[in-house]
Nanobody
């Protein structure tokens, strides 16, 4: 049974940092990523990383502020978020794919975590 469990969310002031973690179990994946969903909005792509060839992809809104990384031994995924802004407030979801050629399409991801809340105050 595949499980993705996120941790590390919380409340932070604008300009601060948070590190999200995702522990995956149950199988191996070709790609893993982070998506987020703010109230009243669609779930949107944040960042992703391919497993074998560690190519990364970022949404324009977070590039230069967020860094995605992966520990293949522990099967963990991380998202280091710096210089946080109020507009980064959302529930952040870890996702994993059996095959994700684009890395960015929500439809390519087969497995999802339960989400962790990130709130950035101004």
């Amino acid at each position: 049974q595949v499980q993705l469990v996120e941790s590390g969310g919380g409340l932070v002031q604008a300009g601060g940092s948070l590190r999200l973690s995702c522990t995956a179990s149950g199988r191996t994946f070709t790609a893993m990523g982070w998506f987020r969903q703010a109230p009243g909005k669609e779930r949107e792509f944040v960042a992703a990383i391919a497993v074998i060839n560690p190519v990364t992809s970022y949404a324009n809104s977070v590039r230069g502020r967020f860094t995605i990384s992966r520990d293949n031994v522990k099967n963990n995924l991380y998202l280091q978020m710096n210089t946080l802004k109020p507009e980064d407030t959302a529930v952040y979801y870890c996702a994993a794919a059996r095959s994700a050629p684009s890395l960015r399409l929500r439809s390519e991801y087969n497995y999802w975590g339960q989400g962790t809340q990130v709130t950035v105050s101004s």
